[in-house]
């Protein structure tokens, strides 16, 4: 079985300028997740999704981030414009039911995101 | 409000000692406790879930981990620890109608040969 995708793996942008994460959940995942992880910080939720529908997105910083689920499958996270302070992994996970409490989430390898 | 907090930023031992990575939890309803493995450059992957159905969890790699409820603690363990065994770990916490999954800040474990 497949796992998580995530591309790109590393990115490196200019503050102010736009950047784009993807992610590609395993199949027939209801549930998608995108956290944050700021070096030395566990992983932070920013959006959850069930199939196209967002479910969270309190901790999402709505002026400039944004986030789609294209027809309940792939995922994509943009930020724009980005800050120095958006410095972090980017961490996509997918689960299979609906959001159910004990469910495991599996997540991707992450994009890396530098902010000069 | 769900909250989780992991004791040691940092834990060294040497191989074939024993590992003990502590973290304690704060919920106001009965818990879902999970402990997550990080290598580097790698996603996050799941050792662990305590659900309720026992007190005393066994996970991969030969880890587990115990719910205590007086204590509020979910400390994971292994017996004797390897090379291999060298990442980040975090402990996560699920309860009640919250829908987020909280982390810790995470502890680095260094196996010392």
């Known amino acids: 079985e497949a796992g998580v995708a995530q591309s790109p793996r590393y990115k490196i942008i200019e503050k102010r300028q736009s950047v784009a994460f993807w992610c590609n959940p395993i199949?027939?995942?209801?549930?998608l997740y995108w956290y944050q992880q700021i070096l030395g910080q566990g992983p932070k939720l920013l959006i959850q999704?069930?199939?196209?529908?967002?479910?969270?997105d309190s901790q999402l910083p709505k002026d400039r981030f944004s986030a789609e689920r294209l027809k309940g499958v792939d995922s994509t996270l943009k930020i724009q414009p980005a800050k120095l302070e958006d410095s972090a992994v980017y961490l996509c996970?997918?689960?299979?039911?609906?959001?159910?409490?004990?469910?495991?989430?599996?997540f991707g390898p992450g994009t890396r995101l530098t902010v000069l | 409000a769900q909250s989780v907090t992991q004791l040691g930023s940092h834990v060294s031992v040497s191989e074939g000692a024993l590992v003990l990575l502590r973290c304690n939890y704060s919920?106001?309803?009965?818990?879902?406790l999970f402990w997550y493995v990080q290598y580097p450059n790698q996603g996050l992957q799941l050792l662990l879930k305590?659900?309720?159905?026992?007190?005393l969890v066994k996970g991969i790699n030969g880890f587990e981990a115990e719910f205590k409820k007086s204590e509020t603690s979910f400390h994971l363990t292994k017996p004797s620890a390897h090379m291999s065994d060298a990442a980040e770990y975090f402990c996560?916490?699920?309860?009640?109608?919250?829908?987020?999954?909280?982390f810790g800040s995470g502890t680095q474990l260094t196996v010392l040969p």
């Open positions: 999704f069930q199939n196209n529908g967002v479910v969270d």
């Open positions: 199949s027939g995942h209801a549930t």
């Open positions: 996560a916490v699920r309860s009640g109608s919250a829908r987020q999954l909280t």
């Open positions: 996970a997918s689960s299979p039911g609906p959001a159910a409490i004990t469910d495991t989430q599996y």
């Open positions: 919920s106001s309803v009965p818990p879902y």
């Open positions: 305590y659900t309720s159905a026992a007190t």
